[in-house]
Antibody, heavy 121, light 107 residues
């Protein structure tokens, strides 16, 4: 069974940093692209970032480009999201997701339970 | 970025009703369209990919159709467990973008 378990969320002050982790199991982690998707309180879903299976290709939403960094450690079956210069508008539940790709077109077929990030002074 | 417009934003329906949700893309996306179901306090769940392919384990009462810019999700006979918010997502090009969601409520 595919399982994704996020951790690392919490309360952080504006301008601060946080690193999210996502531990994966039940599939060959290095063979799949992975994504982060977030959901602000009471709002819809917003794709944040994605990374290829090898880690050689990364993609970002304009809203986080230059502030967030996605990475992965295939030896540890773990996905990361380093979040710097955090803003109030980054407050959200952050979901880790496994991607199912047709060529370079990928959607999220399995989702973790989410971890909450709150940016507030 | 490709804009995804869902309609309606909410609907009230009764158990047993047939429900249709539409999703329109601001430009052609071929069939790179996914549908997700989200219940309150839970993670989204994949229902449909490639516009009309049913995700493994998803009951056949869910179906999807469309290509290009116009897509639909149909629930053939609404059951209590289907009351949730539904999102479409285009994955034809980066960044992937979601529709605003359709909340399906009990009448």
């Amino acid at each position: 069974e595919v399982q994704l378990l996020e951790s690392g969320g919490g309360l952080v002050q504006p301008g601060g940093s946080l690193r999210l982790s996502c531990a994966a199991s039940g599939f060959t982690f290095s063979s799949y692209a992975m994504s982060w998707v977030r959901q602000a309180p009471g709002k819809g879903l917003e794709w944040v970032s994605a990374i290829s299976g090898s880690g050689g290709s990364t993609y970002y939403a304009d809203s986080v480009k230059g502030r967030f960094t996605i990475s992965r450690d295939n030896s540890k079956n773990t996905l990361y999201l380093q979040m710097n210069s955090l803003r109030a508008e980054d407050t959200a539940v952050y979901y880790c997701a496994k991607d199912d790709c047709s060529s370079t077109s990928c959607y999220e077929d399995v989702w973790g339970q989410g971890t909450t990030v709150t940016v507030s002074s | 970025d490709i804009q995804m417009t869902q309609s309606p934003s909410s609907l009230s329906a009764s158990v047993g009703d047939r429900v249709t949700i539409t999703c329109r893309a601001s430009q052609g996306i071929s069939n790179y369209l996914a549908w997700f179901q989200q219940k309150p306090g839970k993670a989204p769940k994949s229902l449909i990919y490639a516009a009309s392919s049913l995700q493994s384990g998803v009951p056949s009462k869910f179906s999807g159709s469309g290509s290009g810019t116009d897509f639909t999700l149909t629930i053939s006979s609404l059951q209590p467990e289907d009351f949730a918010t539904y999102y479409c997502q285009q994955y034809n090009s980066y960044p992937p973008t979601f529709g605003g969601g359709t909340k399906v409520e009990i009448k």
